[in-house]
């Protein structure tokens, strides 16, 4: 090699040397390779959440700032019969710049139903399935997920599981201020997001407020837009949907909670909405516990549950998820710390598997409201039957494999007499200001 280089060099010398006349090119432009092999229209990151009665609301990220923000889609694959046009967002965070968020709902679309769409004109053809308009009904359970191989095996779990509606008790993609892993969680869940609605609420890696610099919720609320305007709510961090028979609340672990706040108002106004004969069943769901016996987070959730919990209590609620612990645990019927019949259930269930990994140490002895506890990644499902009869499993991630450990039959509070003897109290804690 080095004997063939050395006739090179000196050819190059000699013409350099020579050619005075040389006239050099301009420079070229930079050459544009984009980042993705495929357009910068593609959809990306496409993922579907419920949006008020009948209709569901599509999110797709792309590149390119001028792509337009339609759906089409219809009951048939390649025959999209129908349009709709949405909204988009986009925002910036110190370096980084987001690509074009589109929000289009679609609608009035039939229960439990098949649909095909496709995002933006072009691109791959989804397919989406609503959810019953009657029990029964499932939902997949999962909080703090994270992008690490746990997450992969929890989300193939809960692929294999017939769901239909994910519920997401906050902690989402752990990008943690590293705004293009938001990207890379958008991409990892597409496939099961894309099919399935996800109704998701915030916990502290969504906050991501750097102080006098960005506000809190940025990515977040840009990203993951739930319907809190169809549930009357003036924040994303906070909303309601109604789905077969049940009310579901999502409350904000990380936004204002006191009595005085717009949270707690909203949340007096939504539960005066319930109607236990069209829900009969009322679910709540938020991110830090209020009954966990780990030693993670312990009695983080304490302040938000001497406020909100005498509300919920009065209102009947049957079951109450969060995350945060990064573990499994489900509490008998309590309230205020006391084994109550008319309390509600509470089950974390924040073992999605992220890169934090398991909270291992638990309180000795195991408090009476507790039932049952474990420290292992998994994902639970919530089968609603009928009106009083609900069948809850929990699955772990044993060595790749989902396997039940933990299951019970629940019944709603809705017969139980609870719901009737605590009317009058229920209608002064909504009256009182
Ligand atoms: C509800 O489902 C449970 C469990 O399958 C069953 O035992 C019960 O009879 C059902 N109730 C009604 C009203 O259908």
């Known amino acids: ?60 990220i792309t590149d390119d700032k001028s792509a337009p923000s339609v759906v089409e889609y219809g009951t048939l694959p390649g025959k999209y019969d129908n349009v709709a046009e949405g909204e988009t967002t986009s925002y910036s965070y110190i370096f980084y710049s987001s690509g ?16 095909f769409y496709r995002c933006g004109g072009l691109g791959p053809e989804f397919e989406l399935k609503t959810p019953p308009a009657q029990f029964p009904i499932s939902f997949a359970v999962v909080g703090d997920l994270g992008q690490t191989g746990w997450t992969k095996s929890t989300l193939d779990h809960i692929d294999q599981c017939k769901y239909d509606v994910n519920l997401i008790p906050g902690d989402l993609s752990y990008a943690d201020y590293i705004q293009h892993r938001w990207d890379t969680f958008g991409r990892l869940v597409q496939p099961l997001a894309s099919s399935r609605p996800w109704m998701v609420t915030q916990g502290n890696h969504e906050v991501e407020h750097i102080p006098l610099l960005k506000d809190g919720f940025i990515s977040y609320n840009s990203r993951w837009k739930m319907p809190f305007e169809e549930s009357g709510s003036s924040s994303n961090l906070y909303y309601s949907f109604e789905v077969a028979g049940a009310h579901i609340i999502m409350l904000g672990s990380y936004d204002d909670y006191d009595v005085y706040s717009e949270q707690y108002k909203w949340l007096k106004t939504d539960l005066s909405k319930v109607d236990r004969k069209r829900t009969p069943w009322l679910l709540v769901i938020f991110h830090v516990p209020w009954y966990n016996s780990n030693t993670a987070h312990q009695g983080e959730g304490g302040d938000m549950m001497e406020t909100m919990e005498p509300l919920l209590y009065a209102a009947s609620v049957d079951l109450v998820f969060a995350g945060h612990v990064h573990a499994y645990e489900r509490s008998k019927r309590v309230y205020n710390g006391k084994l109550d019949p008319c309390g509600a ?10 890169k934090e990994g398991l909270a291992h140490k638990y309180i000795d002895p195991q408090p009476k409201w507790s039932e049952f506890r474990e420290a292992s990644f998994g994902h639970g499902e919530l089968k609603i039957v009928n009106s009083t009869h609900a069948f809850w499993s929990w699955h772990r991630n044993d060595d790749d494999e989902p396997v039940k450990s933990d299951d019970i039959w629940i019944t709603s509070l809705v017969n139980s007499g609870c719901v009737a003897q605590k009317k009058t109290e229920l209608e002064h804690a909504l009256m009182t200001p």
């Open 1 to 60: 090699m080095k004997l063939k280089l050395i006739p090179t060099v000196l050819l190059i010398l000699s013409v350099t040397s020579t050619a005075d006349d040389y006239v050099r090119p301009q420079p070229r432009k930079t050459l544009h390779l984009p980042w993705h092999s495929k357009p910068s229209s593609y959809p990306q990151q496409v993922h579907i959440s419920l949006a008020g009665d009948k209709h569901m609301r599509v999110t797709w």
């Open 100 to 115: 074009k968020i589109h929000h289009t709902v679609i609608g009035p679309l039939e229960p439990n139903s098949v649909y």
């Open 345 to 354: 259930v509470h089950i974390t269930i924040g073992d999605g598997g992220n």
